[in-house]
């Protein structure tokens, strides 16, 4: 199983023929040659996470593709074929298994809405929250999606986050709000505590892939 690293919070995981996209919005580039999708997450409805014109590009190369979402990606994306999914399901689209965890985004502020947001767990290897701390109770995560910049984000919460979930492998995501010098900052932090709970740093840049 091979993940590929598109920007911001975009991951692109390929298994045999069959493609997995999850989160393509609006800071990652236009996806016009992904083929062989099978299924496509949306963590929640926020536009970096989502995008109309980034599903019809997809779709129109893999219109048979499934689309999986909580509630308020449902209700958002109403032109679309969206099948509902909460923390605690689980789901198998060949070749993939995908299990969900938690329910809501991070707060960004007391004045801003809380949306639905769900985790996502590939093949009980890669696990990605989404844009919320939500571990993944029972489960010894491989490789761990990490946030690092974001207008929710506090980074000594998500150092907390790494050292309770203790991945063997983590990466950092949601880096497209912040300046060269913001990602190396906070990728040292992330890398210390992934380090501190006997675990791998590693970072990849937008294109870049690792074997799972």
């Not at 911001?8 to 069959?18: E, F, M, P, R, W």
């Not at 995501?173 to 900052?185: D, N, W, Y």
Request: hydrophobic letters at 40%; charged letters at 20%.
């Amino acid at each position: 199983m091979k993940l590929t690293k598109y920007e911001h919070s975009c991951l692109v995981i390929s298994k045999g023929d069959a493609t997995l996209v999850i989160d393509p919005g609006s800071f990652t580039t236009p996806l016009t040659d992904i083929s062989g999708v099978v299924a496509i997450v949306i963590t929640h409805e926020h536009a970096d996470h989502w995008t109309a014109e980034q599903l019809n590009r997809l779709l129109d190369r893999n219109p048979s593709a499934r689309i999986l979402g909580p509630a308020g990606v449902a209700a958002a994306a109403t032109d679309f074929q969206i099948e509902t999914v909460k923390g605690g399901d689980s789901v198998d689209i060949e070749p993939f298994t995908l299990q969900f965890f938690g329910e809501k985004h991070a707060v960004i502020h007391s004045s801003i809405p809380i949306v639905d947001n769900v985790g996502v767990l590939v093949d009980g290897s890669l696990y990605y929250a989404g844009d919320s701390y939500t571990v993944p109770e029972g489960i010894e995560v491989e490789t761990l999606a990490v946030p690092i910049g974001a207008p929710w984000l506090k980074i000594g919460e998500a150092m907390d986050y790494v050292l309770e979930v203790k991945p063997r492998r983590s990466f950092p995501v949601h880096e497209a709000v912040l300046s060269q010098i913001g990602k190396t900052m906070t990728q040292a932090r992330i890398e210390a505590v992934t380090t501190q709970g006997g675990g791998e740093f590693f970072v990849l840049e937008a294109g870049e892939s690792f074997d799972l």
